[in-house]
């Protein structure tokens, strides 16, 4: 079975930045999205950023967009969530998932108000990021 494990989580700055890994070895990025998701306490998980598997086409949630950024290293397996200009809303526990959806479902990954988890069968355990001066 396919594991996915987070890391880079830790106290940040606002206004600073973080870098989240997800290894994903055991996942052909021709057949599998990868997206990073968050959920802080008391409020639903929500999709923040994928990438789509074959062309690798990124999409973000309105409130990432212009500050994370998703990468995808097939040399390495990795898929890197570049975190800058945080705000204290960004800290939650952030998992990677993979998952075979249809290209058309791609994007629904980070549609506000859509329970987008469901689309994606492998999960991460999660790292933590805190926001706070």
């Known amino acids: 079975e396919g594991q996915l494990v987070e890391s880079g989580g830790g106290l940040g700055q606002p206004g600073g930045s973080l870098r989240l890994s997800c290894a994903t070895p055991d996942f052909d990025y021709d057949a599998y999205t990868i997206a990073w998701f968050r959920q802080a306490p008391g409020k639903e998980r929500e999709g923040i950023s994928c990438?789509?598997?074959?062309?690798?086409?990124?999409f973000y949630a309105d409130s990432v967009k212009g500050r994370f950024t998703i990468f995808r290293d097939s040399a390495t397996s990795t898929v890197d969530l570049q975190m800058n200009k945080l705000k204290p809303e960004d800290t939650a526990i952030y998992y990677c998932?993979?998952?075979?959806?249809?290209?058309?479902?791609?994007?629904?990954?980070?549609?506000?108000?859509?329970?987008?988890?469901?689309?994606?069968?492998?999960w991460g355990q999660g790292t933590q990021v805190t926001v706070s001066s």
């Open positions: 990438i789509g598997y074959g062309d690798g086409s990124t």
């Open positions: 998932a993979a998952g075979r959806l249809p290209r058309a479902l791609v994007p629904r990954t980070v549609e506000n108000g859509i329970n987008s988890g469901g689309l994606y069968d492998y």
